[in-house]
């Protein structure tokens, strides 16, 4: 009897211990800012996401993170895919971190005020999404 317990629990630690948890992507640190250039507003927005899946080959390390970025103006207007980008990342090691940057010029039709920036962010090999999202002022 108490070997067939001892099995069970070799087998149960055995399995447990095997499986890989699955990843979920995740942001963190998502800032955005805006400098008044006069007759236009420069925006850098930027976010680190950890998570995503990633594949070995010959000793590398790839993933590739798809992310458009939206803004939300004052009256509440939402202007979608205002960026749209991939990007690839190779490294010798495991990779832990992917950031992402964007630089944009608002024109002068864009009024002063509290605007929103949301990166929708995409694992292109496991398909999972995240939302991550920062304000910034334009200001004379």
Known sequence: ?????????????????????????????????????????????????KGFSQKEEKQKFSATIAYDIDIITPAGDTIKSLISRVED??????????????????????IEGEYKVIFNIKDAASEQTATSTATFQLMK
């Open 1 to 49: 009897m108490k070997q067939l317990i001892f099995l069970f629990l070799f087998i149960v630690i055995f399995y447990s211990c095997g499986k890989e948890e699955p990843v979920k992507i995740e942001t963190f640190s998502t800032e955005a800012f805006a400098f008044n250039l006069g007759d236009s507003w420069e925006v850098n927005a930027s976010t680190r996401i």
């Open 89 to 110: 990342k190779t490294d010798h090691e495991r990779i832990i971190d992917i950031p992402l940057e964007a630089q944009f010029n608002l024109d002068s039709t864009y």
